[in-house]
């Protein structure tokens, strides 16, 4: 079994920036597609950016432009930079690493206060 840890998360006021970091126990990233989700209460889980096995980024429109997700694999680790933060981008965010896997981490907290 595969663990995922995330770590990053915080409060932090609007404009600001933090870092999430998804190590795993053992080194899959870069056979497979990496991805971050978040849940914001009330909401549906979704998918806010993901790195594919060969490098190729994808990102939704509500970040696109803010954040930056990376891949580290010499320490199995995917790294997820959030800039100019949000109060909309306050959630639980988690690690996916996704086909031929499906793990998750078990999310780690971030809140943007206004």
């Known amino acids: 079994q595969v663990q995922l840890l995330e770590s990053g998360g915080g409060l932090v006021q609007a404009g600001g920036s933090l870092r999430l970091s998804c190590a795993a126990s053992?080194?899959?990233?870069?056979?497979?597609?990496v991805g971050w989700y978040r849940q914001a209460p009330g909401k549906q889980r979704e998918l806010v950016a993901r790195?594919?096995?060969?490098?190729?980024?994808n990102y939704s429109d509500s970040v696109k432009g803010r954040f930056t997700i990376s891949r580290d694999n010499a320490k199995n680790t995917v790294y997820l930079q959030m800039n100019s933060l949000k109060s909309e981008d306050t959630a639980v965010y988690y690690c996916?690493?996704?086909?031929?896997?499906?793990?998750w981490g078990q999310g780690t907290q971030v809140t943007v206060s206004s």
């Open positions: 996916n690493v996704g086909y031929p896997f499906d793990y």
């Open positions: 053992r080194s899959l990233f870069s056979s497979s597609t």
């Open positions: 790195i594919s096995r060969l490098g190729t980024t």
